[in-house]
């Protein structure tokens, strides 16, 4: 996992990217309860979807929501993800591979980027998501 601030104001963007960081590292360890913990507690998510716009509210339901999408795996990896600071928003992306009987036979590709503000506490407080729903691997050759 990289984070990257940009921008001149490195400095003060790094303490900014904890709650970031954080979050990807739950989910790096398939524990959602982190993932959740990175959150304030009335955060928002509102997440574009392969079956369209969805929205959740609370940092206990975003996590549960994570949890259904990305557990419940046979073999799961993080294979990228960054996070960095844009026009005062935090920038978040992720690709995970899975294989999940779920999905069906193989592995699977999804990546997902999520714009993000945090709230007082520090803690991601609203996030704007896009999905590319899981890909089987042949598609990408």
């Not at 574009?48 to 996590?63: F, T």
């Not at 978040?92 to 999520?114: D, N, S």
């Amino acid at each position: 996992m990289t984070a990257t601030p940009t921008g001149h104001a490195a400095a003060t963007a790094a303490p900014r990217l904890a709650p970031a960081g954080a979050f990807l590292q739950g989910l790096a360890d398939q524990d959602f309860a982190k993932v959740g913990g990175a959150l304030a507690a009335d955060a928002q998510l509102r997440a574009l979807l392969p079956k369209g716009l969805r929205e959740w509210a609370g940092a206990e339901a975003i996590g549960g929501q994570f949890a259904h999408w990305f557990g419940d795996t046979e073999d799961f990896e993080l294979t990228e993800a960054t996070a960095g600071v844009v026009g005062g928003r935090l920038r978040l992306r992720w690709r995970l591979r899975l294989r999940a009987e779920r999905l069906g036979p193989g592995w699977f590709t999804v990546e997902q980027q999520a714009y993000a503000e945090a709230g007082a506490d520090g803690q991601l407080a609203r996030l704007d998501l896009v999905c590319t729903g899981y890909r089987p691997e042949d598609d990408d050759g």
